[in-house]
């Protein structure tokens, strides 16, 4: 990509003396040679302009991006648009690689800390007592199948976004701290903050576990290798316990 200092056809230039054909046709034969071609494009036709007036002003395509067969196969959707030049002489182009995929739906993922969750005991005994569907196999499929659900609502419900909310119970926690300087002594602050600080320390745990989950972190073979995700680890445990015995 870039500025060649050529047109390609004849097309491409507005105003101005004729174009050097045998430049032209070295360019071409060069562009064949290399088996590459224009990137679909969109916006200013002509990317270059000397800036004259009246009949002194000359219009021509001379930047360009170029891909080959390989790179066509892999980005199809791939465009490019050449935007205002505003204070320069050329159009600057910019690259889109809008790569279309799609792959259904998400596989469904369990994830560790759903079983740390009040309600997870509830709704995995509420669906493993259904009723009999005949086939053991079939059974186990459906009762599977329903578990599935449940489980996607109680994380859609309470651990949705994770990380926007333990940024959010930690912004509640430090307003009801900053309360309980002016007022110690006012009961409702100080119960809500216990009741924040269990909040922010499990979510923590599950933020800590959702993470660990999604980059298949491998506990046993890192947790000792990881000083700071270890001694981390270890703080946060800490400190829950703390705030339970409270």
Request: hydrophobic letters at 35%.
């Amino acid at each position: 990509m870039g500025d060649f200092n050529i047109i390609r056809f004849s097309s491409e230039k507005i105003g101005g003396s004729r174009t050097d054909s045998q430049a032209m046709d070295e360019f071409e034969d060069c562009i064949q040679q290399l088996d590459i071609e224009d990137i679909p494009y969109k916006g200013y036709l002509l990317t270059w302009c000397n800036g004259r007036e009246g009949n002194a002003r000359i219009y021509c395509k001379l930047d360009r991006i170029l891909s080959n067969c390989a790179w066509h196969t892999q980005f199809p959707n791939a465009e490019v648009e050449f935007l205002d030049p505003l204070i320069s002489d050329h159009s600057p182009g910019l690259v889109s690689i809008k790569e279309e995929f799609n792959a259904g739906p998400k596989p469904f993922k369990f994830h560790s800390f759903w079983m740390k969750h009040l309600q997870f005991k509830k709704i995995l005994r509420s669906n493993w007592i259904d009723e009999d569907y005949g086939n053991p196999m079939r059974t186990l499929c459906i009762k599977l199948k329903n578990l599935k659900g449940h489980l996607k609502e109680l994380n859609k419900k309470h651990y949705s976004n994770i990380s926007t909310m333990v940024l959010q119970i930690k912004e509640e926690l430090w307003m009801t701290q900053q309360r309980l300087q002016l007022q110690p002594y006012d009961i409702e602050a100080q119960k809500n903050e216990k009741d924040l600080m269990v909040k922010y320390a499990d979510l923590l745990l599950a933020e800590k576990a959702f993470f660990k989950d999604k980059a298949r972190v491998k506990w046993l073979q890192h947790v000792d290798r990881n000083t700071k995700f270890f001694h981390r680890s270890v703080q946060i445990h800490q400190a829950r316990n703390k705030i339970m015995t409270i």
